[in-house]
Nanobody, 126 residues
Framework: QLHVVESGGGLVQPGGSLRLSCNAFGTTLANFRIGWFRQAPGKAREGVACMSSAGGFTNYADSVKGRFAISRNNALNTVLLQMNGLKPEDTGVYYC???????????????????WGQGTQVTVSS
């Protein structure tokens, strides 16, 4: 059974950076589409970034383009989300999720994804 775990969240000042990691146990992440989502208090869950199973296609929410970058380290069975230039509105619980491969494509709709982690809290505040 696929088990996904996020790590790397924390408290950071506006303009700072964090790197989130998504690790899987029981399978190889390279075989899946990966999505990063976030949910702020009182708001719906939002897809912020995704990567196709082959890694050649990425998709970002407009709110994070140019600041966030998703990448894979297949040797470590990890997917990273590098977050730079953080803003208070980036605050939320960040989730990693997996979906079956679909060629050179990934989407940011949460109903595409099947296995979810428990989330890691990111707080951007001075």
């Amino acid at each position: 059974q696929l088990h996904v775990v996020e790590s790397g969240g924390g408290l950071v000042q506006p303009g700072g950076s964090l790197r989130l990691s998504c690790n899987a146990f029981g399978t190889t992440l390279a075989n899946f589409r990966i999505g990063w989502f976030r949910q702020a208090p009182g708001k719906a869950r939002e897809g912020v970034a995704c990567m196709s199973s082959a890694g050649g296609f990425t998709n970002y929410a407009d709110s994070v383009k140019g600041r966030f970058a998703i990448s894979r380290n297949n040797a470590l069975n990890t997917v990273l989300l590098q977050m730079n230039g953080l803003k208070p509105e980036d605050t939320g619980v960040y989730y990693c999720a997996t979906a079956p491969p679909q060629g050179a494509y990934c989407g940011r709709q949460d109903d595409e994804y099947e296995a979810w982690g428990q989330g890691t809290q990111v707080t951007v505040s001075s």
